[in-house]
């Protein structure tokens, strides 16, 4: 459905189904709007603020995903249009992680309400579910954002309460926090559904809910966070502490609530071990790969808030045109380096494909001719089952993910071999069925940028933690093939972008992106020129601070899960931090050590 003709028919569909699915509820102009120049995902539908207008990214190409995720983008707009009102809302609950939970609510009443009446609409909804909760959570893992998927998550309980299904991408969430979620909130679950077609009074009851997880009362407002028009930035900063310790209060509770859970002696302390051969029947065991960050006591890593911390996507930080000449700046070096390139390909390549075992399936009625069954045919001339085909074989049910250092210290010649490498590496694995997504961290600024001037300004107080923001790059997902992902791998080269490294954080959200792939084995490698240094951070917290972090973090998940880590020291030996690992002392050797480490741990 990609001629003219044809999108056409399909967005005067879309519209009269959205007409009629609102039921009148408003006269809403629907704009269609291209994809690559709006603001949202493809597929996202979105009010103004009057909601006089509604506007859809609308794609260049329109696969069957997206034509899906596009009608339930639509009809989740319709169904809020015709059985959500603001004058009919709930007081204003109390925080900002409780209006997040009683929007999140409120949109599950609205689609169950919908997908009762209009049973149509559900195969369209829940497809709108699968593709928004893998979005969320590709880009920031689990353990980030952890407010607002605490608060979805608390939406797919009410969702499933009237008895429709939580979509598979959510899976690791639901399993992580769901039954959590579930024991607070199951004796309001009838009340709830009861009330399912009564917007106030469903909205009165989730006021109870809140109140029953017992978060902080005194915090502040969104209204409050944002006042001063003339510097709302600031402004934000300046009341951010607050926002972020209220967020972190209110997680503190859940997580004290998960551990009392758990403890039934109330005592506090750990239940005792079981013994070997008996199974304990009460308690659910963890979901295997989930990376746990918590609150830690002044003298334990922390940041000194995340509210600066950034996940973005390699377009997001430079144009389309910026980003194709880096391109071709990228591409001039693996002209010159095209020997070497080729070379390590087909090394990589031919070891990969050597280890596929060949399949046949036979008896076929077309295909390739097979010798072994043409003596049928002179038995018996009608016989047509003589033809066999070559099975579609994937090497392994494996993701790799590359964790590039993008410090400073790896300006010019380093960088550049590393994006190649990348390079060669992503093109590569994607022939063998691999999946691979490429990665980069660095900070926003140097010498610890907004953060530290919000400690400055809140008086520096003593043991603030990591102070300076995160800015964490998504080169290439896993689900992206390389021909769409391959113009941003150019970013590294471009001027500017390179500052400090904080590894710690960085192979967590690196960890927590994994562990919510389906692949049964998760490869990630970590390519770095040294220890982890950030100034800001460093001189006020002793020279170890970083990397301690690292060090813990690098045993949680060597020992924690079953993502297998490894690593590459350009110039620098951290064999002392990983358990496997390689030190090349010329960044030519980069290509050849990830291939030979990759082949050898495949």
């Given at each position: ?9 399909f ?16 006269q ?39 034509i ?23 007081p ?44 969320k ?63 106030r009074?469903f ?8 109140k ?26 300046e ?43 009460n ?8 990376i ?7 003298h ?36 010159e ?21 060949k ?99 809140n ?54 992106r994994?562990?919510?792939?389906p ?63 390689v ?20």
């Amino acid at each position: 459905m990609n001629t003219k003709s044809q999108i056409e028919v399909f967005k005067n569909s879309l519209t009269a189904a959205f007409n009629a699915i609102s039921g009148g509820a408003a006269q809403v102009n629907l704009l269609f709007e291209a994809a690559d120049k709006s603001n949202h995902r493809p597929g996202e539908a979105e009010f103004f603020s009057d909601t006089s207008s509604l506007v859809v990214a609308f794609p260049e190409e329109l696969s069957r995903e997206q034509i899906g995720y596009i009608r339930g983008s639509l009809d989740f707009a319709a169904l809020k249009l015709r059985w959500h009102d603001d004058a009919d809302n709930a007081p204003p609950p109390p925080n900002l992680l409780a209006t997040a939970i009683m929007a999140a609510a409120e949109d599950a009443r609205v689609e169950a309400v919908g997908r009762r009446y209009m049973k149509g609409a559900g195969e369209n909804l829940q497809t709108r579910l699968e593709h928004e909760w893998r979005d969320k959570l590709e880009i920031s893992g689990l353990a980030g954002n952890q407010p607002k998927i605490i608060a979805d998550c608390i939406g797919l309980v009410i969702l499933e309460e009237a008895g429709f299904t939580a979509p598979a991408a959510a899976d690791l969430v639901m399993k992580s926090y769901g039954r959590f979620i579930k024991a607070k909130i199951t004796p309001y679950l009838p009340k709830l559904k009861a009330n399912f077609e009564n917007q106030r009074k469903f909205g009165e009851i989730m006021l109870e809910v809140i109140k029953s997880l017992q978060f902080p009362e005194a915090a502040p407002t969104e209204k409050q966070l944002v006042q001063n028009d003339e510097h709302p930035e600031e402004e934000a900063a300046e009341n951010s502490p607050q926002a972020s310790s209220e967020v972190m209060q209110g997680l503190n509770a859940l997580a004290a609530a998960l551990q009392e859970e758990n403890n039934p002696d109330k005592s506090g302390q750990p239940l005792p071990a079981a013994d070997k051969g008996q199974e304990n029947d009460n308690i659910e065991p963890a979901p295997r790969n989930i990376i746990h960050v918590t609150n830690a006591p002044h003298h334990e890593y922390r940041p000194y808030t995340a509210i600066f911390d950034r996940a973005v996507n390699a377009e997001e930080l430079a144009g389309h045109e910026e980003l194709t000449e880096l391109r071709r700046q990228l591409d001039m070096k693996l002209s010159e380096l095209k020997n070497v390139t080729n070379k390590l390909a087909y090394k990589l390549q031919r070891k990969l494909l050597a280890r596929q075992a060949k399949a046949w399936d036979f008896g076929l009625e077309e295909g390739l001719l097979d010798s072994a069954r043409l003596s049928r045919i002179v038995s018996d001339p009608g016989y047509t089952h003589i033809y066999k085909w070559e099975k579609e074989t994937i090497y392994n049910d494996t993701v790799v993910t590359l964790l590039i250092d993008n410090s400073g210290s790896m300006r010019g010649r380093p960088i550049t071999v590393a994006a190649l490498s990348a390079d060669i590496l992503a093109r590569t694995l994607e022939r063998c069925r691999i999946k691979t997504e490429v990665l980069g961290f660095t900070t926003a600024e140097w010498k610890g940028g907004k953060l530290r001037k919000l400690w400055m300004k809140n008086g520096s107080p003593a043991y603030p933690g990591r102070l300076n923001d995160l800015l964490h790059i998504i080169y290439k997902s896993a689900g992206t093939p390389w021909h769409r992902a391959k113009r941003n791998l150019g970013l590294m080269l471009k001027e500017g972008l390179l500052k400090e490294n904080i590894d710690g954080e960085a192979i967590l959200w690196a960890a927590s992106r994994l562990a919510m792939r389906p692949e049964k084995r998760r490869i990630l490698m970590v390519i770095s020129d040294g220890a982890p240094v950030d100034d800001s951070t460093l001189s006020v917290m002793g020279g170890t601070y970083l990397d301690n972090h690292l060090r813990q973090t690098i045993n949680m998940v060597e020992g924690g899960t079953d993502i297998e880590l490894l690593a590459i020291g350009i110039g620098h030996d951290v064999t002392g931090y990983y358990k496997r690992a390689v030190t090349i002392r010329e960044v030519e050797q980069l290509g050849d050590a990830m291939i030979g480490q990759l082949s050898e741990l495949i």
